[in-house]
């Protein structure tokens, strides 16, 4: 049998058939096109679901479940989205709409994080492990967890909204309304800001920085800083250490609280490696509360990429 995973995203719905071993078989997307009526994004998602199914060489009756993994605050007990800003609805009932269009299967939704999350706890980077947290470096910082093999989502299923821990006192202003969240200063969006204050800063004619973005300050994106540095660039190398240290601040929040066994980091700026994680783990292991103990929580790379929510999402 077969497991169908579906990631709906703000750009692009993406599905995939998924085997008992975790691995993708087949996989088709389309555009989202938001916004959208309801009933037009389910007729999507049925679509380039049934096309991932016929790409597989197989049939719906090989379909053993399906799971959607979506942005926002969804209920998986009533199969409801809540409130999703990037797809523009409330109270969504995708559950039953979705079930109508794919004869009957049993359906599930969930954070696309927590899927992601779930993905990297049954085939990824915390493969084997009981607890874990994956945090997603993107547009805004997204988090799950795991508690004993299972998704943590709190009782009203809006659990996890780890970017909007407060890091700075009345700091940066963030979308969500509060200021100083983690989100403001450790996402890629956070770092985009942060390259472009230091570059105002010490005056544009001479920043390394900007003649790396063609002379564009709107051209900074989440590797300008990282890429001076690594030329050698001083207010390259500030940037990224500044950077680095909000993103600690919140890692060590994140391992006081839950202490789990792993701690893996996505998203695209994750993929800097070693020179992101080896001074992240520094600065974590100077301040950590656990720092005497012999057991300490694995900081590591996300494996899985954008599959991660499809594989966590088919298996919900």
Same mark, same amino acid.
């Given at each position: 049998m077969y497991r169908l995973g579906i990631d709906l995203g703000g750009t692009n719905i993406v599905a995939a058939v998924v085997d008992e071993k975790y691995k993708i078989v087949a996989r088709a997307s389309c555009k989202t096109a938001v916004p959208r009526p309801e009933e037009e994004i389910c007729d999507s998602m049925a679509e380039v679901a049934l096309k991932a199914v016929t790409k597989a060489k197989i049939t719906l009756d090989d379909i053993k479940t399906v799971g959607i993994g979506v942005p926002g605050a969804v209920n998986p007990e009533t199969g409801v989205i809540e409130y999703s800003a990037n797809l523009f609805f409330h109270n969504w009932k995708i559950v039953s709409m979705m079930q109508e269009r794919l004869n009957?299967?049993?359906?599930?939704?969930?954070?696309?994080?927590?899927?992601?999350? &779930?993905?990297?706890? @049954? %085939?990824?980077?915390?493969?084997? +492990?009981? *607890?874990?947290?994956?945090?997603?470096?993107?547009?805004?910082?997204?988090?799950?967890?795991?508690?004993?093999?299972?998704?943590?989502?709190?009782?009203?299923?809006?659990?996890?909204?780890?970017?909007?821990?407060?890091?700075?006192?009345?700091?940066?202003?963030?979308?969500?309304?509060?200021?100083?969240?983690?989100?403001?200063?450790?996402?890629?969006?956070?770092?985009?800001?942060?390259?472009?204050?230091?570059?105002?800063?010490?005056?544009?004619?001479?920043?390394?920085?900007?003649?790396?973005?063609?002379?564009?300050?709107?051209?900074?994106?989440?590797?300008?800083?990282?890429?001076?540095?690594?030329?050698?660039?001083?207010?390259?190398?500030?940037?990224?250490?500044? &950077?680095?240290?909000? @993103? %600690?601040?919140?890692?060590?929040? +994140?391992? *006081?609280?839950?202490?789990?066994?792993?701690?893996?980091i996505g998203g695209g700026i994750s993929n800097e490696g070693e020179t992101l994680l080896e001074p992240l783990r520094d600065i974590v292991k100077k301040e950590r509360y656990t720092k005497h103990n012999d057991k300490q929580t694995v900081i590591c790379k996300c494996q899985l990429g954008n599959d991660a929510g499809i594989i966590g999402a088919a298996f919900l």
């Open positions: 009957g299967k049993p359906v599930k939704i969930e954070n696309d994080a927590n899927a992601a999350a &779930y993905g990297e706890f @049954l %085939a990824g980077a915390a493969k084997g +492990a009981k *607890n874990v947290v994956a945090i997603t470096l993107g547009t805004g910082v997204g988090a799950g967890i795991i508690i004993d093999g299972k998704i943590y989502s709190g009782s009203n299923y809006a659990g996890a909204e780890m970017g909007h821990m407060v890091i700075v006192k009345d700091g940066k202003e963030c979308a969500c309304g509060r200021k100083g969240c983690w989100e403001a200063y450790a996402s890629a969006t956070g770092l985009i800001n942060l390259t472009k204050e230091a570059i105002v800063k010490e005056r544009p004619d001479f920043s390394y920085m900007l003649s790396l973005c063609d002379g564009d300050i709107n051209k900074v994106n989440g590797i300008t800083a990282f890429k001076a540095m690594r030329d050698g660039d001083e207010l390259g190398r500030q940037v990224v250490h500044t &950077y680095i240290s909000y @993103l %600690a601040c919140g890692v060590i929040n +994140a391992i *006081n609280i839950f202490q789990p066994d792993i701690l893996c």
